[in-house]
């Protein structure tokens, strides 16, 4: 236990179980050490956690206001926030992926410029995945181990189920497919005139996040 902690303890990234393995040897449970170092943590302001296909120590969310009035920012709040336009790409991308950018741009009605996809890009959020197989085979765009480590999803498998957003009334395809989105998808702009879906989709990634 003790050198499985100290090890994810160091790194600055989730450790995965290839490089545990190496500390404890294949034929160990993992899963027992993982448990009982959680259990012993219970009562600490931070936790052990399954994030982007490893395991990280994170400050518990409860203590977030408490960071924040110290440092100006809690752990994993570094990056600029999204636009509502970029969030809603990024969640498109995340759940459809992969696509290209023409799909995204047919999806919403309106062209998605390579500036708005920039920007959750230059945030490693995402990046280019295989090219398609469509006339001219664009390159498609996927999400990243960094989008899944900031907002604290283990696997793109756990984000939740797009058509039981859609019966809980969080979101809704039928918007989306008939243009109800920001203007700023196709020019850029700042989105601070947020649509009902913008709400909706800020509160889903509000939801995924675990900071």
Request: aromatic fraction near 8%; charged fraction near 25%.
């Amino acid at each position: 236990m003790g050198r499985v902690e100290a090890v994810i303890f160091s790194a600055s990234e989730p450790v995965t179980r290839s490089v545990l393995a190496r500390v404890v040897g294949k034929n160990c449970n993992l899963e027992l050490i993982i448990d009982d170092i959680r259990a012993e943590l219970a009562g600490r302001p931070y936790e052990l956690v399954a994030v982007a296909g490893g395991w990280q120590h994170r400050t518990k969310k409860i203590f977030g206001d408490a960071i924040r009035a110290a440092f100006g920012t809690a752990a994993g709040e570094g990056a600029k926030e999204l636009s509502q336009a970029e969030a809603l790409v990024l969640m498109c991308i995340a759940y459809f992926q992969p696509i290209t950018r023409g799909e995204l741009s047919g999806f919403f009605g309106k062209e998605v410029s390579r500036d708005l996809i920039g920007v959750p890009r230059a945030q490693e959020l995402i990046a280019s995945g295989p090219r398609s197989p469509q006339p001219g085979a664009p390159y498609t765009y996927v999400t990243t181990k960094n989008f899944l480590s900031q907002f604290g999803l283990d696997t793109v498998r756990q984000l939740p189920d797009f058509e039981a957003l859609e019966d809980a009334g969080l979101l809704s395809k039928e918007k989306l497919l008939t243009g109800d989105i920001p203007v700023a998808l196709a020019d850029g702009d700042d989105g601070e005139s947020q649509s009902a879906v913008g709400y909706e989709e800020q509160a889903l990634l509000d939801e995924a996040s675990s900071d």
